[in-house]
């Protein structure tokens, strides 16, 4: 039996990778992996340098118990999808950004996990920002950069990924196209 493949909706905040990550899971009809970071926040008012072990951890658990779970309707070898609306390399690179380091842990875990993923959607910041008590970079300059830090960090590593941008309907065809080719 084959593992799924891992699809990961990455890019800065406020890009709709939430929206996307959900219709997607819906359109294949497989599972979604939420971000455990946005919970974690709401459940402890807030996350400090120190939250960023337990909040990967969680994370990658989750992730891979979806991936253990998920099975072919009609063939138990063929592969399915784990869509996962966040991923190890967005820890690091929020703690990086946020706190100016990042645990030893995380980063390692980072590096590894980031290999496991057969395709990152690269979510673009061409929507507008939605105000949110969890989000820090409204200004466009601010979120330009975040958008280079992301894009740097597949570029840098070599990963698969396509550019999402466009209107929402846009974002989900172009998704839907690049996963039907993976």
């Known amino acids: 039996m084959s593992l799924p493949k891992r699809i990961a909706v990455f890019g800065p905040e406020s890009t709709g990778k939430t929206r996307l990550a959900e219709k997607l899971a819906a359109h294949f009809g497989v599972p979604l992996v939420g971000e455990y970071a946005r919970e974690f926040w709401n459940d402890h008012g807030g996350i400090e340098l120190g939250d960023i072990p337990v909040i990967a951890r969680e994370q990658w658990r989750r992730e891979d118990a979806a991936a253990r779970g998920v099975r072919h309707p009609l063939d138990d070898k063929l592969p399915s999808l784990v869509i996962c609306d966040t991923e190890a390399l967005t ?57 280079r830090i992301w894009r740097g960090a597949l570029e840098r590593r070599q990963l698969p990924f396509v550019d999402i941008r466009g209107d929402w309907a846009a974002r989900e065809r172009a998704a839907i196209t690049a996963i039907d080719a993976v």
């Open 91 to 147: 820890t690091m690179l929020w703690s990086d950004l946020l706190y100016g380091a990042c645990p030893e842990e995380v980063r390692r875990g980072a590096e590894k996990r980031c290999k496991n993923y057969a395709l990152y959607l690269l979510c673009d910041i061409d929507v507008p920002f939605a105000p949110d008590p969890q989000r820090c970079f409204p200004d466009p300059a601010d979120r330009e950069k975040c958008r």
